[in-house]
């Protein structure tokens, strides 16, 4: 285990042997090379930015799930600190999200001082450069929204010199938002406006990211910033008319590996199956029942989606599934229960209707159909994850063209996408009082009427309207919590009552109820013994439950980290400079 610090130093003196990871565009030469002799044309400039698209973020995923979506309420997961506000600096989930931040934050910087030396086309470079500053952004982003106030590491060589990386003081929250935006600005200089087709960054995808951090830095000092919200409102909306993107026509196709590359996805972890471990995604193996796939790396059946978030879709695990009528197909894609069939999942499997798919009653209760059926239904609240799965082997060959292997798969990971801007102009707009605002009406009720059928559009938008639904769009996509941080910065009363007023307990009673139902042949459905947990108190939520602790190494090494350390500002505009 390494202090947070040392992997932003350790990225200056690494060589770049990360980069032939087999990369999400484009596999580089295998040779042994070294920050000083590899950047020297336009195609090393490409290569060795592609890490930065996966790699170090690998020990982040599980963090992702943990902190976006247990915490927020929107899954369930047994007795995770994460599920009662008891994470500590010895979590290791915590320490890896940590570290995986500072080591992104760490090889940005290097990587964007190397090619700022190169000899190649002044157009890659840039391009290169920008895509570099886009992701250090994003780290910080997550970084302030999880820890609050955090140290600036501005360029890894002068605290290498200084030798003070373990006595950097924490930078208040407001100054490392100011210091985002101001990388931000900078990468959007250098971003091409050209709309990227291969899912590489460029300027519309940074000023995405760049209106989601002034909606979220708008609220940092305790009240809205009403410049902040306006900028916010400019940008998104930028993003919406001129990026030459527009919302896919079906939900559930966003999230198919065929897909990885589409006009939804802003910015995404871009993950590849190689021979080099930390290039892949393997958020199946912690989100999927045992023996979703042919590895055996999945054991993610014992979590799942929260019966609050089900509450949220309306969906109700007591109704008999022959009788459920789902009027928004992001339940369906979100979360599985009783009654679901899926064509993308298990293609190759025969449902014994002359189709072929995956049958959830099926893979619990039918041996024919499943070999290694258990006959007892995992989902602790009655339903399982859709999201981040891709099936079997079967179902990534035909999305990616490739094999997966055990806890290795190529699915993309979205981390921002249009639809989230989409609700981020309407939020900003909201925010400043403009609730029959035409920008604001159209961004939120193309959301909307995407997925749910017969909607009626929103004439007027209340701020409940917007908040409820940026989570049934990005539910269990590691965003939730980070929606209650946001808020929590102005209104934070608010979010202590809502997150004590979910029902975040398990629901018992679904397997036997969910057996009978399969074994009679979908005629018999008693729902009497399925009961919500009741007995499980209710999580102690402060106004200090909106930042989480730093890894207690970090604070032994640099007691400036301490919960009782002080904040310095620091006037980052005249401070630092790109």
Not at 479 to 494: E, G, N
Request: charged share 20%.
């Amino acid at each position: 285990m390494k202090p947070y610090i040392k992997y932003v130093a350790s990225a200056m003196l690494l060589t770049l042997g990360m980069t032939s990871c087999e990369d999400f565009l484009e596999k580089p030469v295998e040779d042994n090379y070294n920050t000083e002799n590899y950047y020297t044309d336009d195609a090393s400039c490409i290569r060795g930015v592609n890490y930065l698209y996966n790699s170090p973020w690998y020990d982040f995923q599980r963090g992702f799930i943990k902190i976006g979506e247990v915490m927020s309420g929107n899954m369930y997961w047994g007795s995770s600190p994460y599920m009662n506000f008891s994470v500590n600096g010895t979590d290791q989930d915590l320490v890896n999200m940590s570290y995986s931040l500072w080591a992104e934050i760490g090889h940005a910087n290097t990587v964007y001082s190397s090619i700022k030396a190169s000899s190649a086309s002044e157009s890659v470079k840039n391009q290169c450069m920008g895509e570099c500053l886009a992701w250090k952004a994003m780290a910080y982003f997550f970084l302030v929204r999880s820890f609050g106030d955090v140290p600036i590491v501005h360029d890894n060589s002068v605290n290498l010199a200084a030798g003070d990386y373990n006595s950097l003081s924490k930078v208040q929250k407001a100054d490392v938002y100011e210091y985002i935006l101001m990388t931000l600005e900078k990468a959007m200089e250098l971003l091409p406006k050209t709309k990227s087709t291969d899912g590489r960054i460029d300027f519309y995808c940074a000023e995405g990211l760049y209106a989601k951090v002034l909606l979220t830095a708008a609220g940092v000092t305790g009240s809205l910033n009403n410049d902040y919200l306006q900028r916010a409102s400019t940008a998104s909306l930028d993003v919406i008319n001129n990026s030459g993107r527009t919302l896919m026509a079906n939900f559930e196709d966003i999230f198919r590996g065929s897909n990885n590359f589409s006009d939804e996805s802003l910015i995404a972890w871009r993950w590849t199956v190689g021979a080099q471990w930390t290039c892949q995604n393997t958020q199946q193996s912690d989100l999927m029942p045992e023996g979703f796939d042919e590895f055996g790396d999945c054991w993610g059946g014992w979590g799942g989606p929260s019966a609050d978030l089900q509450d949220a879709f309306g969906y109700d695990v007591t109704e008999n599934p022959s009788k459920r009528l789902d009027t928004d197909v992001r339940r369906k894609a979100t979360m599985m229960g009783a009654g679901d069939v899926y064509d993308y999942f298990w293609r190759d499997h025969d449902l014994g209707n002359g189709k072929k798919g995956f049958d959830i009653l099926k893979f619990y209760f039918d041996k024919s159909y499943n070999p290694a059926a258990t006959g007892t239904f995992q989902g602790p609240c009655g339903v399982q994850n859709v999201k981040h799965a891709y099936g079997n082997n079967a179902d990534h060959i035909a999305e990616c063209g490739m094999s997966a292997d055990r806890m290795k798969y190529a699915f993309d990971t979205h981390i921002l996408r249009l639809a989230d801007v989409y609700l981020v102009h309407a939020e900003a707009e909201v925010l400043q009082g403009r609730t029959t605002s035409a920008t604001a009406l159209a961004a939120f009720n193309a959301v909307r009427q995407r997925s749910v059928a017969s909607a009626v559009d929103k004439t007027e938008l209340t701020f409940d309207d917007v908040w409820k639904e940026r989570r049934l769009e990005l539910a269990g996509e590691g965003d939730r919590w980070y929606d209650f941080v946001r808020r929590a910065y102005y209104d934070v009363q608010a979010c202590i009552t809502e997150l004590t007023s979910q029902r975040r307990n398990a629901i018992w009673g679904c397997s036997e109820v969910y057996k009978t139902y399969f074994e009679s042949g979908y005629a018999t459905w008693d729902p009497t013994n399925i009961q919500y947990d009741t007995d499980t108190p209710v999580p102690n939520v402060t106004a200090n439950s909106f930042n989480l602790p730093y890894p207690t190494e970090d604070v032994a090494l640099n007691p400036n980290l301490g919960s009782n350390a002080q904040p310095i500002h620091v006037d980052v505009r005249n401070e630092y400079s790109y």
